[in-house]
């Protein structure tokens, strides 16, 4: 018998991001292709023949969210599961550590990490356990080796255990200037990962990165996987591939090897940042500039103009929502801002009016920059 398990892992899904049911402006909404690509990573579960599914968590975007959203998200899960292919989800900080309207999510063959706990099962004549908790909002740095106790693993009990968690690592980067996360007290400690894993599944950190030693250089006793949000949610991730990972376990040592890991890229929107200059400005000098970067771009593009100087009065009115939408294709999503924190400060009450209406394609409540960081302790909560 081959005694190989494969799973296929992905998480930061992020459903329902951008995607209102009474929208106030008609525009092109980004919340489509999140649900797109996670249909296309659960379809590959079924193309690959996977052994199981683990979602590493926010399913959801927010914890607040009606049930149409949830029943809309947990339909392809549960497809997956009706075809015996069981699923796993780790409720994520955006889920406020449980998934809303858990009843809908009721099924044979779905388990939620509701709470610290292991699931068991057995594949290929391999028995697995996993190993999980939700997302732990304070201090899981301190509270972590309890938190891990209260799942029940135990050494010995399956051929390959796996770790199953939605925080934030030792030694995990994000952002262009590559941020590493260290001794925030929302950073779990690489010191207190156990030996007999054969893989950490993580989610919250939206870039994809697989560590496999500490801060010092170390080796990890485990390596820590984070498969990345399935798409780009802020301009921080603009740069990184999207995607899911499949891997492959088998038995052998203290808690089973992690044999080989895949990386699967899913087609992400392209994130682009303009700058014009527009000091002085009338209104066809800035629909000019606007119109040249709006062609330069990718006409799926997510493209922010970031606008240095003032214009005239009528420049901008150019900036505002109806005049980009004119220009810009129907399939792209614009976001016009100040280069500085003083640009586009008219004194004029009209002029503060055009303001408040410039066209963003940032959703109410969606993040303004990658995860949060915290000072003088840094941390994340993607």
Known sequence: MHRVVRILFLADTHLGFDLPRRPRIDRRRRGHDFFANYERALQAARDLAVDAVVHGGDLFYRSRIPASLVQQGMLPL???????????????????????????????????????????????????????????????????????DQTGWEPGQADVNLLCFHQCFEGATVGPQNYTFRTAADVVRASDLPAAFAAVLAGHI???????????????????IYPGSIERTAWAERGEEKGYVVLEVTPGGPGGVLRHWTFHPLPARPMV???????????????????????????DAVLQIR??????????????????RALAPATMNVEVAPASKGALQA????????????????????A???????RPAPGSTA
């Open 78 to 148: 549960k497809r997956l599961a009706d075809a015996g292919i069981p699923v796993y989800v780790v409720p994520g900080n955006h889920e406020r550590s449980a998934v809303p309207f858990p009843l809908l999510a009721q099924h044979p063959h779905i388990h939620l990490f509701d709470r610290p706990r292991t699931y068991t099962a057995e594949w290929n004549g391999v028995r697995v356990a996993l190993a999980g908790l939700p997302f732990h909002r304070d201090g899981v740095r301190t509270a972590f080796p309890a938190l891990l």
């Open 206 to 224: 939206h870039r994809h990165q697989v560590l496999t030693t500490d801060l010092r250089g170390r080796p990890l006793p485990a390596p820590v």
């Open 273 to 299: 940042i303009e700058e014009i200059r527009a000091d002085g400005a009338d209104g066809p000098a800035v629909r000019r500039l606007l119109g040249d970067v709006i062609g330069r771009a990718a006409p």
């Open 307 to 324: 606008v240095h100087g003032e214009p005239r009065p009528d420049g901008l009115e150019a900036l505002r929502a109806a005049s980009v």
């Open 347 to 366: 004194s004029s009450q009209r002029a503060h009016h055009v303001q408040r209406h410039l066209w963003t394609s940032r959703p109410r409540g969606a």
């Open 368 to 374: 303004r920059r990658g995860p949060r960081e915290r």
